[in-house]
């Protein structure tokens, strides 16, 4: 299987060096929104898929003030959704058959109408607390109108399940979707929050979504995380303890299987450019290699 790694909008919250760590303490910071298209047999196959189109057109009804104007400020152009960049690489639309996502917050899901043939994976309890809209809080992050064709959904329970992938649950034999990808329960930022592991030639790929959000935080011998990032994944938690026990059991992988498994997150621009210059040049070392104290972010905002 082909892996394209798709940024697929960047946010540009204030605050620079205390959200990114980059450089300088005026201006925006960058955060990605980190997606995975992978080329399989039976079709494409996309993991996430930041913003959409219709968040380009129409921002303000789909996302919420909270996030558009204060916190995230994403950077909407309608070249960085993952439909035109898709359509950039040669395929249509409906080449799409299949969504895998690690949650439904809108920084994730606003491009599911780009896509409405293509059925959409997900685990049952993110669906369950999206569409309960229970805080004021999950009615900010989790925004139905981008859900359109929610007939085409398919969900998972999680928990119960005997299988394990290097000691984690799992849930294989994801409907019409080859072996080689699983869901990994990674509850804490939602209840419902699921990596996404993907078996390549190169080994395993493991897009652990927002169960954490900077490079440091998987630093094997010195956790470290900005203050705006230590601030937002506090905001935006739904269960704390598991978001800091699978942060662990994450630093874990890393340091017991990082030359299998390369883990990386949703919105850390160091880690999207790194994997995208490595997608170009396969063989070079684990990303982990790469991630050492002071290496510096070069996207643009």
């Known amino acids: 299987m082909r892996i394209h790694h798709l940024n697929c909008t960047t946010m540009c919250p204030p605050g620079r060096r205390l959200m990114?760590?980059?450089?300088?303490?005026?201006?925006?910071a960058a955060l990605t929104c980190h997606c995975l298209l992978v080329e399989g047999a039976r079709g494409l196959i996309l993991v996430d898929t930041g913003f959409g189109l219709q968040d380009v057109l129409y921002p303000r009804p789909r996302l919420a003030p909270l996030f558009l104007d204060v916190l995230c400020?994403?950077?909407?152009?309608?070249?960085?959704?993952?439909?035109?960049?898709?359509?950039?690489?040669?395929?249509?639309?409906?080449?799409?058959?299949?969504?895998?996502?690690?949650h439904l917050d809108f920084d994730h899901a606003g491009g599911l109408d780009d896509f409405p043939n293509a059925r959409v994976h997900l685990l049952a309890d993110e669906y369950l607390q999206a569409t309960a809209q229970a805080t004021p809080l999950d009615r900010g992050r989790f925004r139905p109108l981008q859900w359109i064709h929610e007939e085409n959904w398919v969900t998972y329970p999680m928990g119960g399940a005997a299988e394990r992938w290097f000691g984690f649950e799992c849930v294989r034999d994801l409907k019409g979707l080859p072996p080689e990808i699983l869901l990994v329960p990674l509850v804490g930022h939602t209840l419902g929050h699921a990596g996404v592991?993907?078996?390549?030639?190169?080994?395993?790929?493991?897009?652990?979504?927002d169960a954490y959000f900077y490079h440091g935080e998987m630093d094997p011998d010195r956790y470290r995380c900005t203050p705006g990032l230590r601030f937002y994944q506090k905001l935006m938690q739904k269960d704390g303890y598991q978001r800091w026990y699978n942060l662990r059991r994450l630093r874990e992988l890393v340091q017991r299987h990082g030359r299998d498994v390369t883990v990386f997150c949703a919105h850390d621009s160091l880690e999207f450019e790194l994997l995208e210059e490595r997608e170009k040049a396969p063989g070079e070392s684990p990303l982990r290699s790469f991630l050492a104290p002071g290496t510096e972010s070069t996207l643009h905002a």
């Open 20 to 28: 990114d760590g980059r450089k300088g303490f005026a201006g925006p």
């Open 73 to 102: 400020r994403p950077r909407l152009i309608e070249e960085s959704t993952a439909i035109r960049q898709i359509e950039r690489l040669g395929f249509k639309a409906e080449d799409v058959r299949d969504i895998v996502l690690t």
């Open 197 to 209: 592991a993907i078996q390549s030639d190169d080994g395993w790929l493991l897009h652990a979504g």
